[in-house]
């Protein structure tokens, strides 16, 4: 027979004669795969969060002029102020290779910390105003929620359009009011609202949706900055990392501009890619540490089934004894003691997973409706491969945990057995 359903209804009576020390015993295994859950949950649940917060392409580096020069070069003296050019963007596309996207950007306020002086009819306030171009939403963690964004149209045409935060919006405009093709005046400038966003930045949200996007050149012409660029905002080419395309931009720019390669003051910059390699590392570790304090509560159940299983073999030496005297091989013996390890830590940590993910399952369902995520901490999710591993090691740990009670039970002398009270 495939299943032998007399050991099966063997194994069962045994364990419902010992109710109490069966269930204290599965309960360890049923915690250990239980917290792997919750533990590789709740850190997914973590990651996505704080990943929603990340801009959605996240290999990017802003390049700025940071000071003067601190060192002479060639015949120039310390003190140089230097300044990026239009044409600055069209020279680093063409002569570094690594770079495969490039756009200038300026703003008003950003680096003077005086923000320009907005009106809408009767409501008015101070507001960061920085350029921007078409498609790049992801690059700034906007998501457009009434009306458009930014397109080629208006980069090309220059057009007085913009877009604004939500804050902006409530402190423009009038409850009901709709602000899409509406006129606002900055600095004196009149411009039309195309498009309302909200920020998907963690951290500083508020900051963010208190900005206004104006199209870069229009700006530049707008607010009298037409012959320099604030900023650099750069992609390197697929299958490179951001690093390499910010050395190799500083490095141009050095040339460029003449700056001694060694006067490191000179250009700053910022690399996304490198703090999402830090989270990423980071909730890395977690996963491990996760997985380590899960396995050793499963080693620790294994182990409790295990002490159990020799208790069992104790009880049952004389039936073993009288099994082996009719004849039973030593491995019947040790197959009936290893399957009924397995099926008790099986069971017991399939539950554990089954009651951890449907925690997380009603975790996730709270966070949907209240907007999905809470702070930093987003969905909890257990993937497939993680609970296909979880159940591989259950029986493992199942395995391990019925070797040395099989072993002794295999060993024993059936005349010594039978003489046992």
Do not use: C
Not at 57 to 86: A, S
Not at 119 to 136: C, L, P, R, S
Not at 208 to 231: C, H, M
Not at 274 to 289: A, P, Q, R, S
């Amino acid at each position: 027979m495939i299943i032998d359903t007399e050991k099966w209804h063997e194994i069962f009576k045994t364990l419902g004669q010992h109710k109490l020390r069966t269930g204290l015993t599965a309960f360890g295994v049923f915690w250990g795969i239980f917290m792997l859950t919750l533990l590789l949950g709740a850190g997914k649940g973590l990651e996505n969060g704080v990943n929603e917060g990340f801009p959605r392409v996240p290999n990017i580096v802003w390049v700025w002029v940071q000071g003067n020069t601190q060192l002479p070069y060639q015949g120039m003296p310390i003190g140089r102020q230097i300044q990026f050019k239009p044409e600055d963007v069209a020279a680093i596309e063409k002569n570094v290779p690594s770079v495969g996207f490039i756009r200038g950007q300026n703003s008003v306020g950003i680096w003077s910390g005086t923000p320009p002086y907005t009106v809408h009819k009767d409501k008015n306030g101070t507001f960061f105003v920085e350029g921007i171009h078409a498609k790049m939403e992801n690059i700034n963690s906007l998501r457009m929620i009434l009306g458009r964004s930014i397109n080629e149209f208006d980069d090309r045409e220059k057009r007085k359009t913009v877009i604004i935060g939500t804050r902006v919006r409530t402190q423009l405009f009038a409850e009901g009011e709709d602000p899409i093709g509406a006129d606002i005046t900055i600095n004196g400038i009149s411009f039309k609202v195309v498009g309302v966003f909200e920020s998907l930045a963690n951290g500083n949200q508020q900051q963010e949706e208190e900005k206004i996007y104006i199209p870069n050149d229009t700006l530049r012409y707008a607010f009298n900055q037409v012959g320099w660029i604030g900023s650099f905002v750069i992609q390197p080419k697929p299958g490179l990392h951001a690093r390499v395309a910010e050395e190799d931009v500083k490095k141009y720019l050095a040339e460029l501009k003449k700056v001694d390669p060694n006067d490191v003051g000179v250009f700053g910059s910022f690399n996304l890619q490198n703090e999402f390699d830090k989270i990423e590392g980071l909730f890395t570790g977690i996963t491990v540490f996760s997985w380590v304090v899960a396995i050793g509560t499963i080693m620790a159940g294994a182990i409790g089934v295990g002490n159990i299983m020799l208790i069992v073999v104790k009880e049952r030496t004389r039936e073993i004894g009288l099994r082996k005297a009719l004849g039973a091989t030593p491995n019947s013996i040790i197959g009936m003691i290893v399957q009924e390890s397995i099926f008790i830590t099986t069971v017991a940590g399939y539950m554990g997973l089954v009651v951890g993910v449907l925690i997380l399952e009603g975790v996730g369902q709270l966070l949907e409706a209240g907007g999905g995520k809470a702070g930093f901490f987003g969905k909890p999710e257990v993937d497939f491969a993680t609970a296909f591993s979880a159940l591989v090691v259950l029986v493992i740990s199942g395995l391990l945990a019925s070797m040395l009670p099989a072993a002794k039970a295999a060993s024993v002398n059936p005349i010594v057995a039978l003489q046992d009270e």
